[in-house]
Nanobody, 122 residues
């Protein structure tokens, strides 16, 4: 079992930055991690993914160049640095884990956190 707890969400003005963290516990060795989000009235969407070593990352086109995913395996923590935030980035952000390569499909992730709210004001 893997447990995931997100933190770092909040209210920020457009153009600002936030750094989300996802603390993992349990059997997390060799797990790929991903970030997803669900905005008000929208379906859940993929944001970014990173493999175990950090050598492979993938991003949604909507966040490429603004968001950076990274991980510290010694601390069992994955980060999402979000810069140049836009009102359309407003959503609940979830981290997720799977045993394979970074994928954009949420159905391929086995474990999910409870989410953290990010609100970007215009």
């Amino acid at each position: 079992q893997v447990q995931l707890v997100e933190s770092g969400g909040g209210l920020v003005q457009a153009g600002g930055s936030l750094r989300l963290a996802c603390a993992a516990s349990g059997r997390t060795f060799m797990y790929t991690m991903g970030w997803f989000r669900q905005g008000p009235g929208k379906e859940r969407e993929f944001v970014a993914g990173i493999n175990w070593s950090g050598s492979s990352t993938v991003y949604a086109d909507s966040v490429k160049g603004r968001f950076t995913i990274s991980r510290d395996n010694a601390k069992n923590t994955v980060f999402l640095q979000m810069n140049s935030l836009k009102p359309e980035d407003t959503a609940v952000y979830y981290c997720a884990a799977n045993k394979y390569v970074p994928t954009r499909s949420g159905s391929e992730y086995d474990y999910w956190g409870q989410g953290t709210q990010v609100t970007v004001s215009s």
